[in-house]
């Protein structure tokens, strides 16, 4: 059992370190840039003002660890916010959408973001960041923000 455990942690370990590098180096480099001129963008958003909040269908539980062992789990509430006549289409690819957020915030996990005061503003801002711009990555422009609905660490 310890065997497995161990390969399992050592697999999402360079998951997370794979992962890290790219949010951290991919801004850099202009990966998140948009293509989409920023007149298109300003059009978009004066015709469609009329937003939808879509909850995710369950909480996403994270583990927090430390020392090859689980420290504490991480529990988020998390809704989606999109325009009113996409919440059809975004409710259909919500599977995709979770996994992409459930790898970034497994990945923000093992680069130590939910130790210590995890909810200061600069982490707070700094997790809404990564987790806006990886399902950005997902569903373009039909999710316009991620929201954090509840959060709480629980030592175990």
Known sequence: MKKILFIILLVLCSLGAGAFGV???????GFFESDVPAEEIAEDDASQDDFAYLPMNNQFIIPVIEDESIESLVVLTITLETFADQTETVY?????IRATILRTLLT?????GFSGNFTSDMRMDRLNTLLRDSVALEAGTLVNDVLIQDIARQDV
């Not at 949010?23 to 480099?29: D, H, N, S």
């Not at 259909?92 to 995709?96: G, H, L, T």
């Not at 923000?108 to 130590?112: L, P, Q, V, W």
């Open 92 to 96: 259909e690819r919500q599977p995709k």
């Open 108 to 112: 923000y996990s093992n680069i130590g």
């Open 23 to 29: 949010f951290y180096f991919a801004p850099q480099l």
